[in-house]
C-alpha cells in the first residue's frame, strides 16, 4: 500500500502567520469558508430581528396613531364624549385590557432568535489567540513581500479580487499586537500609519491621543530620543493631563541632559552628536538567512547566469519507453540545473486533484516539525499549513497516480510512506532509509506568493496548477545533498494546495544505483 501526503497551506490574511501554537487554529481554507457561511448566517438571523423589531414598532405607532386621534376628539368635550354610552364603555375596555397588551407588546422581547442563533454560532467562532495569529500573519506577509503599511491598508495586494481596506482601529490593533511581543519595529509601522489616517480625517474611535501613547514609547525602545520626545510633546499638545506622557517627558529630558554633558565632557568637537544610535529599521526576529529566503519568495536574487539559462530545455518524456507514455509522452521543462529540478506539465487533471483533495479535507491536522531538544514532533510557529495522508488503497485515484510517478521517475513507490508518524524516529520505523527524491504536485494556482524556494542556490519555483516538481535529495552514492533544502514562502493572496510524494532509498538499488564517487 502506498501513500501520497496531501499538505494545504493558507493565509490570510489572512489571513495566514507564524504563532498558531494551537491546533484548533482556523489554517484551513475550509474553516475559514465555514467562517464566512456562519456570518452570513448570523447576518440574516440580524435582519430577521430588525424586521421583527419593525413589525413591533409599527403596531405601536398604529396604536398611538389611533389613539391620538381619539383621545384629540374626546378633550374636546369630555362630558359630552362619556356620555355616549358605547364610548364609556370602549374607555373602560382600553384602560383595563388594551393597554395592558400594548405593555405586553412593548417589552416582547424580539431578539430571543437571533442571540439564540448567535449563542449557537459562538462555539465556532476564532478566540483572542487565533486574531492575534492572523495579525502576525500579516505582519510576516509585510515582511517576506516588503510591503509597506500604506499598500497593505488600501488593500493594493497583486492579483486580489476583492479589495479591503484597514481602518485606523485595524492599524492599531496590528501595531498594539506587535507592542505586546515587544516588537516595537512593527508598532512603530502601524502607528504611524494609524496616525496619518487619522490625520487625512477618517473617522474613528481611536484618538490621536492612543496612538502617540504606544508610537512614542516605541520609538524610545528602538533608540530613536529625539523623535521620542517630540511625539511626546504633541501627545501633550493634545492632552496636558496625560499622566504618562508628563512622566515620560521628564524622564526623556533628563536622559538627553544627562547624555549630552557626557558627550561634552568627552569632547567638545562631539557635542552635536545625537544622543544615541538610530534603529536598525529591521524586525526584532530578523535573522542573514531569512533576508535570502525573502528576496527568493519576492522573486529576487535569483542566480541563474545568461549561459546556464541556455542549457535548460522543455522535452516530451516517455518514462524510458514506458508504454503508458509512448503515445502520450509527459511534458518536462527543466528548472534549474544544479540540482537539477524538472516540472511535469498538465501531469494530474482537475478531476483528480478534486477527489484528491475531497479525500483529504475531513482528515486535515496541524503540520509538526521535529524538536530537536524534545526529539517529539511539534507544531512550530514559522509552519502553519495542515496535512492529511491518503493511502492508495483508499481510493484507485490516488493509486493511480502513485503508479504514474513511478512509471515517469523509473523509482519503485512500494518503500514511500504510508501513514503520518507521530514519533520522531518515523524513518528508522519503516526501515527504508533516507528519502531519496521528492516528487510535489501544483493543485491550485495563486494569485501572489506561495513559491517553493531552494535558498543554497537561490532557486524560486512557482505553484502552476496541475504541475508537478522533482527532484533528488541525495546524490547516487546516498549522500545528502544540502542544496536540495528548501522551504515554503507564505501565500500573500489566495491559497495553496501541493501534494507530497517522499520516495526512499529502499527499493531503488537497481533502478538507480549507487555511484563510485561521493557527490555523483
Same mark, same amino acid.
Given at each position: 500500500?502506498?501513500?501520497?501526503?496531501?499538505?494545504?497551506?493558507?493565509?490570510?490574511?489572512?489571513?495566514?502567520?507564524?504563532?498558531?501554537?494551537?491546533?484548533?487554529?482556523?489554517?484551513?481554507?475550509?474553516?475559514?469558508?465555514?467562517?464566512?457561511?456562519?456570518?452570513?448566517?448570523?447576518?440574516?438571523?440580524?435582519?430577521?430581528?430588525?424586521?421583527?423589531?419593525?413589525?413591533?414598532?409599527?403596531?405601536?405607532?398604529?396604536?398611538?396613531?389611533?389613539?391620538?386621534?381619539?383621545?384629540?376628539?374626546?378633550?374636546?368635550?369630555?362630558?359630552?364624549?362619556?356620555?355616549?354610552?358605547?364610548?364609556?364603555?370602549?374607555?373602560?375596555?382600553?384602560?383595563?385590557?388594551?393597554?395592558?397588551?400594548?405593555?405586553?407588546?412593548?417589552?416582547?422581547?424580539?431578539?430571543?432568535?437571533?442571540?439564540?442563533?448567535?449563542?449557537?454560532?459562538?462555539?465556532?467562532?476564532?478566540?483572542?489567540?487565533?486574531?492575534?495569529?492572523?495579525?502576525?500573519?500579516?505582519?510576516?506577509?509585510?515582511?517576506?513581500?516588503?510591503?509597506?503599511?500604506?499598500?497593505?491598508?488600501?488593500?493594493?495586494?497583486?492579483?486580489?479580487?476583492?479589495?479591503?481596506?484597514?481602518?485606523?482601529?485595524?492599524?492599531?490593533?496590528?501595531?498594539?499586537?506587535?507592542?505586546?511581543?515587544?516588537?516595537?519595529?512593527?508598532?512603530?509601522?502601524?502607528?504611524?500609519?494609524?496616525?496619518?489616517?487619522?490625520?487625512?480625517?477618517?473617522?474613528?474611535?481611536?484618538?490621536?491621543?492612543?496612538?502617540?501613547?504606544?508610537?512614542?514609547?516605541?520609538?524610545?525602545?528602538?533608540?530613536?530620543?529625539?523623535?521620542?520626545?517630540? *511625539?511626546? +510633546?504633541?501627545? =501633550?499638545?493634545?492632552?496636558?493631563? /496625560?499622566?504618562?506622557?508628563? #512622566?515620560? &517627558?521628564?524622564?526623556?529630558? @533628563?536622559?538627553?541632559?544627562?547624555?549630552?554633558?557626557?558627550?561634552?565632557?568627552?569632547?567638545?568637537?562631539?557635542?552635536?552628536?545625537?544622543?544615541?544610535?538610530?534603529?536598525?529599521?529591521?524586525?526584532?526576529?530578523?535573522?542573514?538567512?531569512?533576508?535570502?529566503?525573502?528576496?527568493?519568495?519576492?522573486?529576487?536574487?535569483?542566480?541563474?547566469?545568461?549561459?546556464?539559462?541556455?542549457?535548460?530545455?522543455?522535452?516530451?518524456?516517455?518514462?524510458?519507453?514506458?508504454?503508458?507514455?509512448?503515445?502520450?509522452?509527459?511534458?518536462?521543462?527543466?528548472?534549474?540545473?544544479?540540482?537539477?529540478?524538472?516540472?511535469?506539465?498538465?501531469?494530474?487533471?482537475?478531476?483528480?486533484?478534486?477527489?484528491?483533495?475531497? *479525500?483529504? +479535507?475531513?482528515? =486535515?491536522?496541524?503540520?509538526?516539525? /521535529?524538536?530537536?531538544?524534545? #526529539?517529539? &514532533?511539534?507544531?512550530?510557529? @514559522?509552519?502553519?499549513?495542515?496535512?492529511?495522508?491518503?493511502?492508495?488503497?483508499?481510493?484507485?485515484?490516488?493509486?493511480?497516480?502513485?503508479?504514474?510517478?513511478?512509471?515517469?521517475?523509473?523509482?519503485?513507490?512500494?518503500?514511500?510512506?504510508?501513514?503520518?508518524?507521530?514519533?520522531?524516529?518515523?524513518?528508522?520505523?519503516?526501515?527504508?532509509?533516507?528519502?531519496?527524491?521528492?516528487?510535489?504536485?501544483?493543485?491550485?494556482?495563486?494569485?501572489?506568493?506561495?513559491?517553493?524556494?531552494?535558498?543554497?542556490?537561490?532557486?524560486?519555483?512557482?505553484?502552476?496548477?496541475?504541475?508537478?516538481?522533482?527532484?533528488?535529495?541525495?546524490?547516487?552514492?546516498?549522500?545528502?545533498?544540502?542544496?536540495?533544502?528548501?522551504?515554503?514562502?507564505?501565500? =500573500?493572496?489566495?491559497?495553496?494546495?501541493?501534494?507530497?510524494?517522499?520516495?526512499?532509498?529502499?527499493?531503488?538499488?537497481?533502478?538507480?544505483?549507487?555511484?563510485?564517487?561521493?557527490?555523483?
Amino acid at each position: 500500500m502506498t501513500s501520497k501526503m496531501i499538505q494545504y497551506i493558507l493565509i490570510v490574511g489572512i489571513l495566514l502567520t507564524q504563532s498558531w501554537a494551537h491546533p484548533g487554529f482556523f489554517t484551513s481554507i475550509g474553516q475559514m469558508t465555514d467562517l464566512i457561511h456562519t456570518e452570513k448566517d448570523l447576518v440574516t438571523s440580524l435582519k430577521d430581528y430588525i424586521k421583527a423589531e419593525e413589525d413591533k414598532l409599527e403596531q405601536i405607532k398604529k396604536w398611538a396613531e389611533k389613539l391620538d386621534r381619539l383621545t384629540s376628539t374626546a378633550t374636546k368635550d369630555p362630558e359630552g364624549f362619556v356620555g355616549h354610552p358605547v364610548n364609556a364603555f370602549k374607555l373602560m375596555k382600553r384602560l383595563n385590557t388594551e393597554w395592558s397588551e400594548l405593555e405586553n407588546l412593548v417589552l416582547k422581547d424580539m431578539s430571543d432568535g437571533f442571540i439564540s442563533n448567535l449563542t449557537i454560532q459562538r462555539q465556532y467562532f476564532p478566540n483572542d489567540e487565533d486574531q492575534v495569529g492572523a495579525a502576525k500573519a500579516l505582519l510576516r506577509l509585510q515582511d517576506t513581500y516588503n510591503l509597506d503599511t500604506d499598500t497593505i491598508s488600501k488593500g493594493n495586494l497583486p492579483g486580489v479580487k476583492h479589495k479591503s481596506f484597514l481602518t485606523v482601529e485595524d492599524c492599531f490593533e496590528l501595531g498594539k499586537v506587535a507592542y505586546t511581543e515587544a516588537d516595537y519595529y512593527h508598532t512603530e509601522l502601524w502607528m504611524e500609519q494609524a496616525l496619518r489616517q487619522l490625520d487625512e480625517g477618517e473617522a474613528s474611535t481611536t484618538d490621536k491621543v492612543s496612538v502617540l501613547d504606544y508610537l512614542s514609547y516605541a520609538v524610545y525602545q528602538q533608540g530613536d530620543l529625539d523623535k521620542a520626545l517630540l *511625539l511626546t +510633546k504633541k501627545l =501633550l499638545e493634545l492632552d496636558p493631563e /496625560h499622566q504618562r506622557a508628563n #512622566g515620560n &517627558l521628564k524622564y526623556f529630558e @533628563y536622559i538627553m541632559a544627562k547624555e549630552k554633558d557626557a558627550n561634552k565632557s568627552a569632547s567638545d568637537d562631539q557635542s552635536d552628536q545625537k544622543t544615541t544610535l538610530k534603529k536598525k529599521g529591521v524586525a526584532v526576529d530578523y535573522l542573514p538567512e531569512r533576508q535570502k529566503y525573502e528576496m527568493l519568495c519576492r522573486g529576487e536574487g535569483i542566480k541563474m547566469t545568461p549561459r546556464r539559462q541556455k542549457k535548460l530545455f522543455c522535452r516530451y518524456h516517455d518514462g524510458n519507453r514506458n508504454p503508458k507514455f509512448i503515445l502520450a509522452p509527459a511534458k518536462q521543462e527543466d528548472e534549474w540545473d544544479k540540482p537539477r529540478i524538472i516540472r511535469f506539465h498538465d501531469i494530474i487533471s482537475d478531476a483528480e486533484i478534486e477527489i484528491v483533495k475531497d *479525500l483529504a +479535507k475531513p482528515r =486535515l491536522s496541524r503540520a509538526t516539525v /521535529h524538536d530537536p531538544e524534545t #526529539g517529539k &514532533l511539534t507544531t512550530a510557529q @514559522y509552519r502553519v499549513s495542515k496535512s492529511a495522508w491518503l493511502s492508495g488503497y483508499e481510493n484507485p485515484v490516488v493509486s493511480r497516480i502513485n503508479m504514474r510517478i513511478q512509471d515517469l521517475t523509473g523509482l519503485d513507490v512500494s518503500t514511500a510512506e504510508e501513514l503520518q508518524k507521530d514519533e520522531p524516529d518515523a524513518f528508522k520505523e519503516l526501515g527504508t532509509g533516507n528519502r531519496i527524491a521528492t516528487w510535489l504536485f501544483y493543485m491550485s494556482d495563486v494569485s501572489a506568493g506561495g513559491a517553493t524556494v531552494f535558498p543554497e542556490v537561490g532557486a524560486s519555483v512557482w505553484p502552476k496548477k496541475g504541475t508537478a516538481v522533482f527532484w533528488y535529495n541525495l546524490f547516487a552514492s546516498g549522500e545528502g545533498d544540502y542544496s536540495t533544502r528548501h522551504a515554503a514562502c507564505p501565500v =500573500l493572496v489566495g491559497n495553496k494546495w501541493v501534494s507530497n510524494k517522499w520516495l526512499h532509498e529502499r527499493g531503488q538499488e537497481f533502478r538507480r544505483p549507487c555511484a563510485l564517487s561521493e557527490l555523483e
